[in-house]
């Protein structure tokens, strides 16, 4: 059901949220050059825009949760919802991942099993093409 995929959404959105916090923390322990690798461009660029999306996120779970609430239609808002921020869990995991370096994938860290959870977003509640061809039938519409 439709419903469901805020739900997935909001998953989504927690998860990339917990990616930035790992990252933030070991990126302004970690030193190269004398500097927190998250001074250096390359690291925090790409996490501004994760940031950037996850403020997305919150916005387009708020609103298909108020729909809903509303009694007003929702499906392609859900799908549109659960599409965005179930991908934008891989993404930032993945940041995360890279953030931590060759420690972003031992056990030790935890940071290294949330590709595999954010990976699980994208296919439970309808797979991300499976959303994309919701909603890209509401431009036949």
Do not use: W
Not at 41 to 48: I, N
Not at 49 to 71: C, Q, W
């Amino acid at each position: 059901m439709s419903v469901g995929r805020i739900l997935v959404g909001a998953t989504g959105l927690g998860l990339a949220r917990r990616a930035i916090d790992l990252a933030k923390s070991f990126g302004r322990d970690r030193k190269v050059f004398g500097k927190s690798i998250l001074e250096h461009q390359g690291l925090s660029f790409p996490l501004a825009d994760i940031l950037t999306k996850i403020h997305a996120a919150e916005l387009m779970v708020r609103n298909a949760a108020t729909l809903v609430d509303e009694g007003r239609p929702f499906r392609n808002e859900t799908g549109m919802t659960k599409l965005f921020a179930s991908e934008l869990a891989v993404e930032a995991a993945l940041k995360a991942i890279q953030v931590h370096g060759a420690y972003g994938v031992f056990e030790e860290y935890p940071v290294s099993g949330l590709l595999g959870e954010a990976k699980v977003l994208e296919i439970v509640e309808g797979t991300s093409e499976i959303q994309r061809l919701v909603i890209a039938r509401e431009l036949l519409d």
